[in-house]
């Protein structure tokens, strides 16, 4: 099987790659100067030279507190170039898997949030990928959309790494304690995703890692 992997580098894309290449798939992982999300025109062009059996979408802008001040290139990165993405591989015949986030919701709900929950996304990262989901579902109805939150790995930035550069910095440690979550090994969602792929999947799902805790827990 030919997958195409975007934002093979990051933090999930670059365990999703390890998964595949395991598994003897021809794996293909553009570079920022072959696949950008800001020139739509290079989307086009890759889709059309490669024919990748499955595409698999890690790359997103995920700094949420910066998407407030450039709503333009996050709805761009997050929404435009999937949908634009997914229309590409719907002409060639393939499957895609675009990965969301739990930002799509409000967070007011007491119970963990349900595929079937209506989405309410607070922040203009959560509308983005919200709308980049209609958007892929649009193009590909038969599109996959893995909601996951709260990732951390070996690979990238998260969380985990930032309060261990802090402490070893010797800083003190001020974190909030009223957002809860769960933290999701990112190797673990891979896992997931080449579940979803071997299994013919459509629509939304949800997949954390068990158990929750606030940022300060």
């Known amino acids: 099987m030919k997958v195409l992997v975007t934002g093979g580098s990051g933090q999930l894309g670059h365990e999703v790659v390890s998964c595949l290449r395991r598994r003897e798939c021809q794996v293909i992982v553009p570079s920022p100067d072959e696949l950008d999300f800001l020139a739509p025109e290079s989307i086009d062009e890759i889709i059309a030279r490669h024919r990748p059996d499955q595409v698999i979408n890690c790359a997103a802008y995920t700094q949420v507190d910066r998407a407030e001040d450039e709503p333009d290139v996050v709805f761009t990165v997050n929404r435009d170039a999937p949908g634009r993405l997914a229309a590409a591989v719907a002409?060639?015949?393939?499957?895609?898997?675009?990965?969301?986030?739990?930002?799509?919701?409000?967070?007011?709900?007491?119970?963990?949030?349900?595929?079937?929950?209506?989405?309410?996304?607070?922040?203009?990262?959560?509308?983005?990928?919200?709308?980049?989901?209609?958007?892929?579902?649009?193009?590909?109805?038969?599109?996959?959309?893995?909601?996951?939150?709260?990732?951390?790995?070996?690979?990238?930035?998260?969380?985990?790494?930032?309060?261990?550069?802090?402490?070893?910095?010797?800083?003190?440690?001020?974190?909030?304690?009223?957002?809860?979550?769960?933290?999701?090994?990112?190797?673990?969602?891979?896992?997931?995703?080449?579940?979803?792929?071997?299994?013919?999947?459509?629509?939304?799902?949800?997949?954390?890692?068990?158990?929750?805790?606030?940022?300060?827990?």
């Open 91 to 217: 002409d060639t015949g393939g499957r895609l898997l675009y990965i969301s986030t739990d930002y799509v919701f409000d967070g007011k709900q007491a119970r963990p949030y349900r595929e079937s929950d209506p989405a309410h996304p607070l922040s203009i990262y959560g509308r983005s990928k919200l709308e980049g989901e209609e958007a892929v579902m649009r193009a590909l109805p038969g599109a996959v959309i893995l909601r996951t939150a709260w990732l951390y790995g070996v690979n990238g930035h998260n969380f985990v790494k930032t309060m261990l550069r802090v402490a070893q910095a010797g800083k003190p440690l001020r974190v909030v304690d009223d957002q809860t979550g769960s933290p999701t090994w990112a190797a673990d969602v891979a896992g997931v995703i080449l579940r979803l792929v071997d299994s013919d999947a459509s629509g939304i799902f949800h997949y954390t890692s068990a158990g929750s805790t606030s940022w300060h827990g």
